[in-house]
């Protein structure tokens, strides 16, 4: 049969069948990939795949243009000739350029701005089951956060709940899984949220031996991702509450292409 693929793993994967389904597992042409090496998917190289459009033109940090697939298999699709993908880094002036009419839709607005959106009548928001999760690593290599205890503490020191409300609204939600509520069906029922409890955070960490705390670099990305919207105001409550804990926290950022480096450096960040 022609129209039936047969996968074979090499471990079992749970959620392989919602993998399959999300928008970044693609396919693509195994003579393209090879081809291009390194450089398939990036400005340098191309992208080949089963879509309605051909990919023509990638202008580095401003904009990738694609043309309409003329052999594409839905008959009647694409209805547009030319796809045009903007690069705007700021959800602000993303939203600025969408009511100026100056794109068609955009993604990924930050839930501060829903109000402004509904007060537009010429806008229309269309949400979406969430397939993101926010959360804050911890690097054991780190000695401090190597006690299991500290790590405790610290997802005891955070109000997860307040910090939510206050920059999501009704648009997140506290969870302690690692998966996003679409994968519910996955999830253990045993799991739940660590409560908000400095005191007992700061009983972990007198018997983990620092009981006056201890100095620890939190980074925050400095580009706004749907899990992290305001990255700088999420981290400074995060430093809020570690900080009433005794933690003390020093915030740190690069730009965005110096931070994914300095994040691949050994050890990595501490937090």
């Known amino acids: 049969d022609k129209s039936t693929i047969q996968f074979v793993l090499k471990q079992p994967f749970a959620a392989f069948p919602a993998a399959i389904g999300s928008t970044f597992f693609g396919i693509a042409s195994p003579n393209a990939i090879k081809q291009a090496g390194a450089k398939y998917g990036t400005p340098a190289g191309m992208a080949v795949g089963t879509g309605p459009f051909i990919f023509q033109e990638w202008r580095t940090g401003d904009r990738i243009l694609l043309e309409k697939n003329p052999t594409y ?96 609204g009704n648009l997140g939600t506290s969870d302690a899984h690692f998966t996003p509520p679409a994968l519910a069906e996955y999830q253990s029922k045993k799991i739940g949220d660590r409560e908000y409890n400095p005191e007992k955070a700061k009983q972990l960490l007198a018997q983990a031996g620092y009981p006056n705390g201890f100095d620890l670099e939190l980074w925050y990305m400095p580009v706004s991702r749907a899990y992290f919207p305001t990255p700088k105001p999420i981290a400074e409550a995060f430093a809020a509450d570690l900080t009433a804990i005794g933690i003390r926290v020093t915030l740190k950022t690069k730009d965005w292409a110096a931070y994914i480096a300095e994040r691949q450096k050994p050890p990595g960040f501490q937090a």
């Open 73 to 168: 298999w839905k008959s009647g699709f694409p209805k547009a000739n030319q796809l045009v993908i903007r690069f705007i880094t700021d959800p602000a002036a993303r939203l600025a350029q969408l009511r100026a009419g100056q794109i068609d839709f955009t993604v990924d607005l930050a839930p501060d701005q829903a109000k402004e959106i509904q007060s537009d009548a010429n806008l229309t928001a269309v949400p979406r089951p969430s397939f993101n999760v926010g959360y804050l690593a911890l690097n054991p290599s780190y000695k401090p956060l190597l006690d299991g205890r500290v790590r405790v503490a610290i997802a005891h020191a955070i109000n997860t709940q307040q910090i939510v409300q206050a920059f999501w």
